[in-house]
């Protein structure tokens, strides 16, 4: 019997078995596809690259923002060439380090509980005293229009395969990954047309920052809001024919691709859970503990965005390196989830949540003061020509301490981390004003937010 299996080797998964193998070489990790990350291969590292791209580009074609005068142009198949060769360097990276694993701690295989000490993968079954589920998420797919449009039907997880890009898509879905890559391809000269389930985008959770978001990125972007795809089918000119109803008015668009972006599912239901206990049957009703990731009373854990609210890459590592612990020390198991939430959202303006989120203070009838600032005149954002949005920061009027912060600016990448540094040091909005504010910087941005909040305190 092995002390620990791992199944899966994506960010949870690698991280978890790093850990794993300095107190013990008593262990597999299993793993069914590719051994790199979802992040490095259709996630995070490509959708950055081709972002990377279309702002730059941009940023060119915008240049009388600063008084200069510019044309340019950009060949999308050297774009997508470009796109895929830093993919390729990131997953590379990752398999180099995998290749340099025991190969006896690796079995290539579609695993699934016997019971739950047990799971069989290539027809031969294994025993272990815990496990680490971290077997991750894929796009969701609707498989009639999958069906109907063939490969003209994309996910996130093929659309950088494109040797070149197209003249229109359709993005159904208005989340991060929607918005992202929506605004990427509309800055890369395709037309681009959102269809939204609701009158919501990204994660802000701000009703003012929410439909400033709207309205910023509206600009840009044919957004169709409480908007879905009645019919969808391939014309006789091999376009994707989208039938909709928009102000009770039947509407059709034609586009050379259909791209659905309605988030992920996770891949759990591949393990045959309910052969450990049937009311494990359903994945969505999983009796997970929210801080250890314990599966109900046994000694399996579920880590990454297998089963998630935060299916970010930092929180994925995280807690595969963490939960080891509550493996091989098992039944004494801690609280894994100790990072304070750090969310952001590459569009333009970025977006980011930090802390507490707005609607997460409001849902626990937590009391809060909202310090805002604009940056629409803020003097650093109004040099770069990127005046726009605004941030939003979240204190406790009992203690003045800051609980959290939304925001929608340029470089909010940056801001965020810094926010989040200081909530996760329980800082106060004093402690925090005392520190230096370079000028001119976006950063200054933040003190006035602050001092906002500090002026609705002193008030009190």
Known sequence: MYDLIIIGA??????????????????????????????????????????????????AQHLDRVAIQA??????????????????????????????????????????????QTVQVNGQCYQAKSFILAVGSTPNINTT???TLGERHLTSDQIFELKTLPQSIAVVGS???????????????????????????GQLTSPTLQQLAQQELSKELNILFETLPDTVRLNADQKVEIQYTQQQQPQTLHVDYL????????????????????SFQDIKQLQIDEKTRQLSNYPIFIVGDAATSTPVQHEA????????????????????????????VF????????????????????????????????????????NQGAIEVYVAPQNNQLLGAELLVEAAEHLA?????????QLTIDEILEKPFYHPTLEEGLRTALKHARRQLNAL
């Not at 810094?418 to 996760?424: G, Q």
């Open 10 to 59: 994506g960010t949870a998964g690698i991280s978890a078995y790093k850990e794993a193998i300095k107190y013990t070489q008593n262990l597999l990790i299993i793993n069914a596809g590719t051994w790199d990350t979802t992040c490095a291969r259709v996630g995070c590292m490509p959708s950055k690259a081709l972002i990377s791209c279309a702002n730059q580009l941009h940023a």
């Open 71 to 116: 044309t340019i142009t950009a060949q999308t198949d050297q774009v997508m060439s470009h796109v895929r060769q830093l993919r390729d360097r990131f997953t590379h990276a990752t398999l180099k380090d995998v290749d340099s694993w025991n190969p006896a701690h690796k079995i290539n295989g579609q695993a699934h509980f016997v019971d739950s």
């Open 145 to 147: 229009w999958q069906t």
């Open 175 to 201: 989340g991060i990954i929607a918005i992202e890559l929506a605004q990427a391809l509309q800055r890369l000269g395709v037309k681009t047309t959102i269809f939204a389930r609701s009158k919501r985008i």
């Open 259 to 278: 791209l659905n972006a309605t988030g992920r599912r996770s891949l759990l239901p591949s393990l045959q859970l309910a052969n450990i206990e049937a």
């Open 317 to 344: 590592a995280h807690e595969g390196k963490m939960v080891v612990h509550n493996c091989l020390n098992y039944p004494n198991i801690q609280n894994i989830k100790t990072l304070t939430p750090l969310n952001i």
């Open 347 to 386: 569009c333009s303006p970025e977006m980011a949540s930090v802390g507490q989120s707005y609607k997460e203070l409001q849902t626990k009838n937590i009391p809060f003061i909202v310090g805002t600032a604009s940056y629409t005149k803020q003097a650093r954002a109004l040099v770069l020509g990127k």
């Open 417 to 425: 981390h810094l926010l989040n540094w200081v909530i996760s040091e």
